[in-house]
């Protein structure tokens, strides 16, 4: 097993922030794992902030909720026409330097965002906070693989807990800075990207120094996974389906859940930013817990029972007083979370040797979903009241049952 050290790469520049170093125990790249969580902790919670405002936002613009619900789909939406084209790309042609590049992207939306005194700047600065993710998320998602040495669901789970964690901590920005202090105090929160584009600079030294190595050779390459074409086609379309149900439920309490709790339960801004943290503490727990669930019980388990497993709390969470509220939408944040690296694992083994255009078309149409279903719900929220969606989106996790029709694929490996 060859060390892993981070190798300079000659055409970096001489200061840049330390490289990490993987682990030497069993080959997982933990400390380049930590760093790309690191990093997309920082991405997230600055994209969180976005969606955290939008009170703010609302008032300082007189929005209504569908003007709400297409910020969302402003920023998801760039994020999901651009992921699968830089994802393609970088499977024939890496760009490893491009993850500071596209962290310096959301950055200087924010920086827009804080001086926008207009719905039209602000919908463009989300669209810049939307493209920073586009280029992040493909080739971040390649390093985890690399790093990930034969364990691909718990590289995929650290790297995107990093991202969680940064939503979640979001809200609770949003509601001890910037709601007492106005927009434009989210400028304040763009600085973290200089942090994290340091870290980014370590990273994409480590990346380019070994993707020619036995590491990223093995990592990336193409091999038989025992499907046919068509039994590839119907798998992804049934993925497909299952992100739909995922993520029109999540864009019903990711932009919705604060205005819930204030119609329901009379709740101020700041006490409902606080419960919406709850919520995206229970997705940061599943995430971590989804990914190794998926290494040893086999990914289609994970995805079934995560995505339909959420049902019963989605179903009581409209009726249920404030505490059991926060208590249900815990567990539906952690048992439909736990879902999405067991999907992105299974969709690349699905489509080995293309990592890049997995995770870009994934995360895509994940960012995608999510701004669809936002103006949407929103739209609907407006013609009847915001309760309604929450009773109407309850149903939604049962359309976990699809999951039934995924292979086995650690059947048809043995086959092969």
Known sequence: MMKDTLAPDPVAPLATAPVPVSSRQDGVAFRVLGAISATHLINDMMQSVLVAIYP????????????????TLAYQFSASLL?????????????PYSLPVGMGSTCCGL???????????????????????????????????MASSGHPGLAQAIFQVGGNVGTSIGPLLAALLIVPRGQGSVAWVALAALLGICILIGVSRWYAANLTSARGRTSLHSTNNG???????????????????????????????????MDRFSLEVQQAQYCLFVFFAGVATGTLAGGPFGDRLGRKRVILWSILGTAPFSLIL???????????????????????????????????????????????????LGGIGAAILGKLADATSIAFVYHVCAFLPLLGLAAFLLPDMRLHRART
């Not at 703010?56 to 910020?71: A, E, K």
């Open 56 to 71: 703010v936002l609302q008032g300082n613009f007189d929005l209504s909720f569908v003007q709400i619900g297409f910020i």
């Open 227 to 261: 499907l046919s074409s068509h039994q590839v086609r119907r798998a992804m379309g049934v993925l497909m389906l299952l992100l739909f149900s995922k993520y029109f439920y999540l864009a019903s309490l990711g932009s919705y859940f604060t205005f819930f709790l």
């Open 318 to 368: 409209p009726y249920a007083n404030l505490y059991w509220t926060l208590i249900l939408v815990f567990c539906a944040g952690l048992m439909i979370a736990s879902a999405f690296p067991a999907i992105i694992v299974y969709a690349q083994e699905l489509m080995p040797g293309k990592t890049g255009t997995v995770s870009g078309l994934f995360f895509g149409l994940a960012f995608g």
């Open 83 to 95: 992921q699968p084209l830089i994802g393609r790309y970088t499977d024939r042609r890496p760009l």
């Open 111 to 145: 920086l827009l965002l804080s001086l926008a005194g207009s719905f039209p700047i602000v919908l463009l600065a989300a669209m810049m906070v939307g493209a920073g993710s586009s280029v992040f998320h493909p080739e971040s998602s390649r390093v985890a693989r």
